[in-house]
């Protein structure tokens, strides 16, 4: 599987910005999709999840009301969408599928496929 994230740049706060997350390979049709984000000198943390199904999604707290995960199963791609947008939601967003079903999908070691990291700049 590889995965193909895009949509990064520079905002201002308040702003809203969409990401973009294209899976592909034998695999990228299957499984769940996760955004995960991490900034300079702090850990990596979950942001959102959806299953392949769109049945469940997942948000951090700290995003949940600002932030949508979608899908667009032809497409194999999920977008986050950010709306309201804070100066401490600038970081690295990567997107990430596990390659299981039924798996904790907010937790990162849930993933074995990671894309290459979107970066999101939020000036306040």
């Known amino acids: 599987v590889q995965l193909q994230a895009s949509g990064g740049g520079l905002v201002q706060a308040g702003d809203s910005l969409t990401l973009s997350c294209v899976a592909s390979?034998?695999?990228?049709?299957?499984?769940?999709v996760g955004w995960f984000r991490q900034a300079p000198g702090k850990e990596r943390e979950f942001v959102a999840a959806?299953?392949?199904?769109?049945?469940?999604?997942y948000y951090a707290d700290s995003v949940k009301g600002r932030f949508n995960i979608s899908k667009d199963n032809a497409e194999n791609t999920v977008y986050l969408q950010m709306n309201s947008l804070k100066a401490e939601d600038a970081a690295v967003y990567y997107c990430?599928?596990?390659?299981?079903?039924?798996?904790?999908?907010?937790?990162?070691?849930?993933?074995?496929?990671w894309g290459q990291g979107t970066l999101v700049t939020v000036s306040s």
């Open positions: 959806t299953t392949w199904s769109g049945r469940n999604s």
């Open positions: 990430a599928k596990p390659k299981v079903y039924d798996i904790d999908l907010t937790q990162w070691t849930s993933y074995a496929y």
């Open positions: 390979g034998r695999d990228g049709s299957k499984y769940g």
